[in-house]
């Protein structure tokens, strides 16, 4: 029998969007629909389970799914002890205290027997252990934010991403415990067919992700300025350099970061290029 290496996903929200996403652009592909909890990727070696996101950490620990793409949260919440594979970038939140907004903030100690609500009281409750504040801790499973307004809570501990849901219950950040992003986790008892297949799997995430941080740039550059303009497109390795049909000038071809696009162009600019173009790729074997 083929091997089959099995994924956790979240089966809603915005973290299964992102994750499926990156499979697809992966070329890992699963079709989801009439409420199915499993389903076959096709043209890869991979079965998918769509679970609650706060069941994934358990779900690979006891060796039910081989691998989950789970937010970094959730497994500090869990506290069972995975392997990280893969930071993915995506689904990037923190976890914060947070008080209703007229309220004057002292510090740390504004919370000693104060009565926090949270969904993550095992973080919460490490991090005042860390800081010696006594507190009362309140889980609840969802609304969180709404606590303080209904007499249930003095603040609350919670995920914070724009902070406009914090804006719209009044309430104000004061202070961040930590910060989170979706991540790949795996079993750390996985055979070596699984570790085989899950190994394409990273190739193949590391191709996209790398796509999608970097950008391939065309431009023309006088040929007294190709030097200074290679020193600030080092590239892969180093640009490509093409002579033009037009004497005393150069078509130079490289990669620049996503990030430090605005930057970049800027100092071309300065230095005589022309005619930028900037192209997106569509994957990137490093």
């Known amino acids: 029998m083929n091997t089959i290496l099995r994924i956790a996903l979240q089966k809603k929200g915005r973290l299964f969007e ?21 389903a076959s990727a096709s ?18 620990s006891d060796g039910v799914a081989d691998i989950g793409i789970v937010g970094e949260n959730e497994l500090e919440e869990k506290g069972f002890e995975l392997r990280t594979v893969k930071k993915l970038g995506f689904s990037k939140c923190r976890l914060s205290l947070a008080i209703p907004k007229e309220i004057e903030y002292t510090g740390l100690s504004w919370f000693k027997q104060k009565k926090i609500a949270t969904s993550y009281p095992k973080i919460l409750q490490r991090f ?13 499973a969802g609304s969180v934010e709404i606590a303080p307004g209904i007499g249930l809570a003095d603040a609350i501990f919670d995920i914070v991403s ?34 085989a297949i899950l190994g394409q799997m990273i190739f193949r995430i590391n191709a996209v992700m790398a796509s999608n941080s970097n950008k391939y740039i065309l431009l023309n550059a006088p040929n007294d300025k190709v030097d200074k303009i290679v020193d600030i ?3 892969m390795k180093s640009p490509t350099v093409l ?42 074997i490093l």
């Open 162 to 195: 724009s902070g406009s849901t914090l804006v719209a219950n009044h309430l104000k950040e004061v202070e961040k415990v930590m910060d989170s992003e979706a991540v790949l986790v795996a079993s750390d008892n996985l055979s070596p067919e699984k570790e």
């Open 43 to 60: 043209k890869f070696p991979m079965e998918v389970l769509f679970l609650r996101d706060d069941d994934i950490p358990q779900t690979v």
């Open 233 to 235: 497109l080092p590239g």
């Open 18 to 38: 992102d994750s499926r996403d990156l499979l697809k652009e992966a070329g890992i592909m699963f079709n989801l629909g009439n409420g199915r909890l499993i």
């Open 243 to 284: 002579p033009l049909a037009e004497k005393g000038w150069s078509s130079v071809h490289s990669v620049i970061k996503e990030d430090h696009f605005w930057e970049v162009i800027g100092q071309l600019k300065e230095n005589g290029a022309q005619g930028i173009l900037i192209v997106p790729i569509e994957k990137m």
């Open 128 to 140: 005042f252990d860390e800081k010696n504040i006594n507190a009362e801790i309140h889980e609840i």
